[in-house]
């Protein structure tokens, strides 16, 4: 499998065929048995862990919120973030609107788990917080899954524009045959192996 930088592809393929896999690989959960991943070229078990996430973000299917602010929320993945650089990833993630309208706004406490936020609310704070560290790929496991359609097309538009306006690598893993074909590459994972769609 190769990745152009900027490409996005989606990840489809029927439970247990190895999606999760691939990106637990590639955000080096745990490396790879056999074989090589190469970022550039150079194999990614030569790079130290830290500096190499650093150029990842991540969105999952069920995005963890803790107790704090929206703003601690968003800045979790760059704690020293500052206030312009949490509302401009807000902004790319299109939660900048839905939270102005919060009773304090991004100082606007945030529940366990996000409970105070609807669905497509916490999956945009999510994508805001994986955003804030400008990262080069962008790793999203099933990030319209427990999504109604229409939240998971609007979320998945805001991917796309993303994209197009930061130039980082798109990666997602989804069942959604329909969003995925939205993408530049599918590629179907089957018992281990890749096959383009």
Request: some cysteine; charged content about 20%; glycine content about 10%.
């Amino acid at each position: 499998l190769k990745i152009a930088p900027g490409e996005m592809i989606g990840l489809v393929g029927h439970s247990g065929s190895g999606k999760s896999t691939l990106v637990n690989l590639i955000c080096r959960f745990y490396d790879a048995a056999e074989g090589t991943i190469r970022l550039d070229g150079v194999d990614i078990r030569s790079i130290a862990v830290a500096d190499y996430r650093r150029h990842i973000g991540l969105v999952l299917q069920e995005p963890f919120l803790f107790f704090g602010t929206i703003a601690e929320n968003i800045a979790y993945g760059k704690p020293h973030s500052s206030r312009e650089e949490v509302i401009s990833a807000a902004r790319a993630a299109h939660a900048h609107e839905f939270i102005l309208r919060l009773p304090h706004g991004y100082d606007s406490l945030v529940g366990e788990r996000g409970q105070s936020l609807s669905g497509g609310e916490r999956q945009r704070v999510a994508i805001a917080r994986a955003l804030v560290t400008q990262p080069s790929v962008v790793l999203m496991d099933e990030p319209t899954g427990n999504l109604d359609p229409e939240t998971a097309e609007s979320v998945f538009e805001c991917l796309l524009e993303l994209n197009e306006t930061s130039g980082s690598g798109l990666i997602v893993v989804t069942h959604n045959h329909q969003l995925a074909h939205k993408l530049d590459t599918v590629i179907e994972l089957r018992l281990g192996k890749l096959k383009y769609v």
